[in-house]
């Protein structure tokens, strides 16, 4: 069983809008609220970058500079699931789309212990 599962990218004009969901489940995350969860992209030819990241509670929410403003990430405890919206989407948002999770709150892609499988995003001009 795979314990992190992406779902909602697919191909969108650009100024669209989508919805990341990753939902973790199995006893790894029996205790989901005792983990931090990232989301990070990979572009083709480029190494995975960092998008966003939340605390456990969902109280803190940090972002890269390319997204801030028009990426949302949240979570819902009570479903094991962290999304991502994404709005004002770009043909530079073209990537491979990860969701991580890690005990610490972190942007290191390192420090993630756990990752799904990646949702295509494309973004067309």
């Known amino acids: 069983q795979v314990p992190l599962v992406e779902s909602g990218g697919g191909l969108v004009q650009a100024g669209g809008s989508l919805r990341l969901s990753c939902a973790a489940s199995?006893?790894?995350?029996?205790?989901?609220?005792?983990?931090?969860m990232g989301w990070f992209r990979q572009a083709p030819g480029k190494e995975r970058d960092f998008v966003a990241r939340?605390?456990?509670?969902?109280?803190?929410?940090d972002y890269a500079d390319s997204v801030k403003g028009r990426f949302t990430i949240s979570r819902d405890n009570s479903k094991n699931t962290v999304y991502l919206q994404m709005n004002s989407l770009k043909p530079e948002d073209t990537a491979v789309y990860y969701c991580?999770?890690?005990?610490?709150?972190?942007?290191?892609?390192?420090?993630?212990?756990?990752w799904g499988q990646g949702t295509q995003v494309t973004v067309s001009s």
């Open positions: 199995g006893r790894t995350f029996a205790d989901y609220d005792t983990y931090a």
């Open positions: 939340i605390s456990w509670t969902g109280s803190l929410t």
């Open positions: 991580a999770a890690d005990r610490s709150y972190t942007r290191s892609e390192r420090k993630y212990e756990y």
